[in-house]
């Protein structure tokens, strides 16, 4: 079975200053889909970015950006320009497919953005 | 973006009683779709996978007589807590599958008196 982990249940960035957040997953699997998501206060689940496995290139989105690492099955999550609004917990997931199969989720890391 | 809907957002029932909560692809069709649950200050955990016309997937542990899953159409999937506990007590959370994604809901809070 596939497993995540977080080790870091809590983190704090100064705001406007760069953040990492790490995750590292095991699996037998050679293709497969990982992900970041963000759930802030509300409980409502963001995908934040994602990345095929498959894929060498590390994907971003804006100021979001990960360093996939597949020998090492480490897939961090970075976080620059830090804003008031990043604050939330944090989710990295596993997946066979992009949508039509289940998420195993790690256990989570909290952010929060210092003033 | 795609939108998911879950009804209610928040519930509250006695002991021994049942409640249903829906979840609706609002403006796509879901052939899948996934329950999850979050226990405070925890991750989700996946309950079952439910697919349009055939009986839910349940992940090892989850109890299929008293978690009912029905996915009777392409956009809507209902959960059905039934006999509930306070153990139940949960925040419960459902996504859609698209070609590319899952859609979560806004979940909902079960608290069971």
């Known amino acids: 079975a596939q497993t995540v982990t977080q080790s870091q249940p809590e983190m704090s960035v100064q705001e406007a200053e760069t953040v990492t957040l790490s995750c590292t997953y095991d699996t037998s699997e050679s293709d497969y889909y990982l992900f970041w998501y963000k759930q802030p206060p509300s409980r409502q689940m963001i995908l934040v970015i994602r990345?095929?496995?498959?894929?060498?290139q590390n994907a971003t989105e804006n100021r979001f950006s990960v360093n996939f690492q597949k020998a090492a099955k480490s897939f961090s999550l970075k976080i620059s320009d830090s804003q008031l609004g990043d604050a939330a917990m944090y989710f990295c997931a596993y997946s066979q497919d992009f949508g039509n199969e289940k998420l195993t989720f790690g256990t989570g890391t909290r952010l929060t953005i210092i003033p | 973006g795609a939108v998911v809907s879950q009804h209610p957002s928040r519930v509250i029932c006695k002991s021994g009683t049942s409640v249903k909560i829906e979840c609706r692809s609002l403006d796509f069709q879901a052939t899948t779709m996934f329950w999850y649950r979050q226990f405070p200050k925890q991750s989700l955990m996946l309950m079952a996978t439910s697919n349009e016309g055939s009986k839910a997937t349940y992940e090892q542990g989850v109890e299929k007589d008293k978690f009912l899953i029905n996915h009777a159409s392409l956009t809507l999937s209902t959960l059905t807590v039934t006999s509930a506990h306070p153990e139940d007590s949960s925040f419960y959370i459902c996504s859609a599958s698209s070609e590319d994604r899952q859609y979560f809901g806004p979940g909902t809070r079960l608290t069971v008196t």
């Open positions: 990345q095929e496995a498959y894929k060498q």
